[in-house]
């Protein structure tokens, strides 16, 4: 069945950065975009960063030139690279399987806390 594990959370201060990994199974990797996603306590989930299976790639505007989505079609786990990071950033980040580019994810990993001090 198809499963997405997430690892790499912790708890960081402003500034540090974090690489959160996806590792996927159940499915055949190449055919699939995959997203991260995150939800801060009393908010809804917010789409971080996507990226579509011939390689196009959309960030949300808060973690643009911060963060860089990435994956690795030989260990079938795709990355979130967060850089400067601050303390807005502070969330249960989600990564996500992607039936499409623009419709909702149809898969969900169980999350990873990211937390990050001032």
């Known amino acids: 069945q198809v499963q997405l594990v997430e690892s790499g959370g912790g708890w960081v201060q402003a500034g540090d950065s974090l690489r959160l990994s996806c590792q996927a199974s159940?499915?055949?990797?190449?055919?699939?975009?995959m997203s991260w996603h995150r939800q801060a306590p009393g908010k809804e989930r917010e789409l971080v960063a996507r990226l579509q299976i011939g390689g196009s790639i959309d960030y949300a505007d808060s973690v643009k030139s911060r963060f860089t989505i990435s994956g690795d079609n030989v260990k079938n786990t795709f990355y979130l690279e967060m850089n400067g990071l601050k303390p807005e950033d502070t969330a249960v980040y989600f990564c996500?399987?992607?039936?499409?580019?623009?419709?909702?994810?149809?898969?969900w990993g169980q999350g990873t806390q990211v937390t990050v001090s001032s």
């Open positions: 159940g499915f055949p990797f190449r055919a699939y975009g």
């Open positions: 996500a399987r992607q039936k499409s580019w623009n419709g909702p994810p149809d898969y």
